[in-house]
């Protein structure tokens, strides 16, 4: 039998706690801790919202095909949307891209958008996966590693120029698209029998892609500037000669004062292509250092191998 004296000091105590005697308070004993888990709930769930936004798209690019056929083809489809965004950010900017925009650009009410794409950032995707297409890929290298990666950097350049928007959306939103990736397998490809680790391989990508990149953001800005006062960029360098004139005559700047000397002469245009070029040259002088360093001993020209060592008694 239960001690009944037991029941009632245990009730006595939970009615000291603040509940009537013989009923504990009513979530009195959970409330700290609900509060407590309450918030990292919520950032959980905003952290799970958040990944899922920034991955929007990429599970539409890279969903399975279904093989069925359509049964009516709808005047309105994701193609159409796709494309309508790429002529607005071309023309207007990514910040002009927006559902209203393109439902005006196409004639039709911005809901139904929301039926093929989304959110703006599976757009965005999107957008980016097309532009990547519009070139087509070798079917493989050509065995001249140099000219397959001037190629791949032109072709870059190329797309920059026709979509100045592209920079900084691929910035944003990683290119790892059906065509995004298929691009960057042959750029690795071109690599196959060099003795380089992937590793390295990748950073060589990179490191032409965000050269590619810093070049073409940098040339948009300051189109963006010469627009803005109107100015050609002979007037541009011709209205700093003052003050540059003077840095010059200082002579506390020699090595400015030639390259500078350079640049307002005509000799050196800072033309954002050249200084591409330049830029481009240089990485892939250390990729040839690198390969080289790659290579077996015994496949290396008999000026590249290391001197032997001659043991002295």
């Known amino acids: 039998m239960p001690d009944p004296g037991g029941r009632q000091e245990g009730d006595a105590r939970r009615g000291q706690r603040g509940g009537p005697a013989g009923r504990p308070a009513r979530g009195r004993g959970r409330q700290t801790g609900d509060r407590e888990r309450q ?12 990944a899922q936004s920034y991955w ?3 599970d539409i690019l890279w969903a399975p095909a279904t093989g069925r056929p359509t049964a009516r083809r709808s005047p309105l489809d994701r193609t159409r949307i796709v494309r309508a965004a790429i002529r607005i950010g071309d023309t207007e900017g990514l910040d002009a891209v927006s559902m209203r925009r393109i439902a005006r650009e196409l004639r039709t009410g911005a809901m139904s958008l929301y039926r093929h794409v989304p959110d703006k950032g599976a757009l965005i995707s999107l957008m980016i996966d097309e532009v990547i297409g519009e070139d087509e890929l070798p ?11 001037w190629q791949v950097v032109n072709g870059m350049w190329a797309t920059m120029q026709r979509h100045p928007w592209y920079p900084e959306a691929a910035m944003e939103r990683p290119p790892i698209t059906p065509n995004g990736v298929a691009a960057l397998e042959y750029v690795l490809s071109i690599f196959d029998d060099s003795g380089l680790a992937i590793g390295d391989r990748m950073g060589i990508v990179a490191t032409l892609s965000a050269t590619v990149t810093a070049v073409a953001i940098n040339a948009a800005a300051e189109a963006r500037t010469r627009a803005r006062l109107q100015m050609t960029e002979d007037e541009m360098m011709s209205s700093a000669g003052v003050y540059i004139g003077r840095i010059i005559e200082s002579g506390k700047f020699p090595r400015f004062s030639e390259l500078m000397s350079g ?4 000799a050196e245009h800072p033309d954002p292509q050249f200084e591409l070029a330049a830029a481009v040259e240089l990485i892939l002088d250390g990729i040839a250092a690198r390969l080289e360093a790659a290579r077996p001993e015994a496949a290396r020209p008999e000026a590249a191998r290391p001197p032997a060592v001659t043991v002295r008694p």
């Open 39 to 50: 918030p990292r709930e919520r950032g959980r769930a905003r952290g799970s919202d958040d």
């Open 139 to 149: 079917a493989a290298p050509s065995g001249d590693w140099r000219a397959d990666l």
């Open 263 to 266: 640049f307002t002469s005509g």
């Open 56 to 58: 929007s798209g990429y």
